[in-house]
């Protein structure tokens, strides 16, 4: 069940003693994991409320936990942004509902993001280079997920074995996608920490500064390219290319050629993972709706022609047989048979010193939740009981008491 912004508030009260909420706001997230909620209270500060809606997002957020936590100060310090910390937690039932001190900035859609200027393109370009420069020991000492280039394409292989058993995702696309995860060329990378829910959501953004980054849900050492998943989804080449510039210029190892091939994959491929979840979840609408952007990016393809993801092309038998394949008698604008990769719009060379861009095609993002209203709240907000501390346990502590050294998990029994 959904739990309303006024309920979120109501949870932060037992989450954090001493917190009156004055007002309060829906934010934006991914509404098919989490409620979230911004809290104004009645000292002007700001925080915010993420409750899971089933148990795996609720282990995402403990994992956040944990990750927040591995971040030392000296860490914090050396980034160009801030990080959230926790203030407090609740358990309700099995789930758990953190609270969070809400850092300066706002979240952007990507399209005022695209159509700010250059400097807020450097900005994040320069914020994504810091991340994957981040020391690896602080994701293996935190006992996190870490994959080499072929276990990483190992996964997403298996991942598609298990969205091609749905029935549901275009044959095209199948293969379309089969065929660059067989491509061993295409995953040539350097490991290096990823944040890997990385999108619009996640940044807050101040004038053309990037203050802060959120969402550290699903932090590993794995695929740099999934960062660039949501970039490559806007379809805004010249934005792509100055983050990309500012990015490489920033990153101590030079990033890899096909770096935004995979991103284009890994961009494409979460309409397929959206697909699954809808249907793990059973969620008809959930489902209806990754149907609907699987067949229009389907179509895209076929219309358009589109250049494949992989860097070998599709074997002529495979390609001719693929539904969307270019006619015979297609123009060479769309077939591209023997062109030179320069000549291709939105194509490089393989040898060439910068990362291959990617193709001309539509990819839908996974949709996020709508714009936020901001509900007055007219009297106190009545706390939720919650059971006596454990004696030994420790205080937690006040509102001001940000640290996650002050944290205590708190239960809540239901009636």
Not at 27 to 55: N, T
Not at 278 to 303: F, H, P, Y
């Amino acid at each position: 069940m959904r739990r309303k912004p006024i309920e979120l508030a109501a949870v932060a009260t037992a989450a954090v003693p001493g917190l009156t909420p004055t007002a309060v706001s829906s934010a934006p997230d991914d509404p098919a994991d989490f409620d979230s909620a911004l809290l104004l209270d009645s000292e002007g500060k700001r925080w915010r409320v993420r409750s899971p809606r089933h148990a795996e997002a609720s282990a995402r957020l403990e994992t956040e936990f944990l990750v927040l936590r591995a971040f030392a100060p000296g860490i914090r310090a050396e980034l160009p942004f801030l990080m959230p910390t926790v203030a407090g937690s609740v358990r309700l039932g099995s789930l758990s509902t953190f609270v969070y001190s809400h850092l300066g900035g706002s979240t952007r859609s990507v399209e005022e993001l695209t159509a700010g200027p250059d400097a807020l393109a450097r900005e994040i370009g320069v914020a994504l280079a810091a991340i994957h420069d981040l020391p690896r020991a602080l994701v293996s000492n935190a006992d996190l997920p870490s994959y080499t280039p072929n276990e990483f394409r190992q996964r997403r292989l298996n991942e598609l074995d298990q969205a091609a058993t749905t029935g549901k995702i275009p044959p095209a696309l199948l293969l379309r996608w089969e065929h660059a995860l067989e491509d061993v060329s295409l995953w040539r990378f350097n490991p290096c920490v990823v944040h890997g829910d990385l999108h619009e959501d996640n940044l807050m953004v101040e004038g053309q500064r990037v203050t802060a980054v959120t969402g550290w849900t699903d932090l590993r050492i794995g695929d740099p390219a999934d960062d660039f998943a949501w970039l490559v989804a806007s379809n805004e080449h010249d934005f792509v290319d100055a983050v990309l510039a500012a990015y490489t210029s920033g990153r101590r190892d030079t990033p890899d050629n096909h770096l935004l091939r995979r991103a284009a994959l890994s961009a494409e491929f979460a309409l397929a993972q959206y697909l699954v979840k809808g249907i793990a979840a059973g969620d008809v609408s959930m489902i209806a709706e990754a149907e609907e952007m699987l067949d229009t990016l389907a179509s895209d393809i076929a219309e358009h022609g589109g250049q494949p993801i992989s860097v070998e092309p599709l074997p002529p038998a495979a390609a001719a047989g693929a539904p969307g394949a270019p006619a015979a008698g297609a123009p060479d604008a769309v077939r591209h048979e023997g062109v030179a990769p320069e000549a291709v719009p939105g194509i490089r060379a393989a040898d060439d010193d910068v990362p291959a861009a990617v193709p001309p095609v539509t990819v839908l993002p996974v949709p996020a939740q709508p714009a936020v209203v901001v509900t007055q709240i007219p009297v106190a907000v009545t706390p939720l009981p919650v059971e006596p501390e454990t004696p030994g346990q420790g205080s937690t502590g006040g509102p001001d008491d940000t640290s996650t050294a002050a944290l205590s998990i708190v239960d809540i029994k239901k009636d």
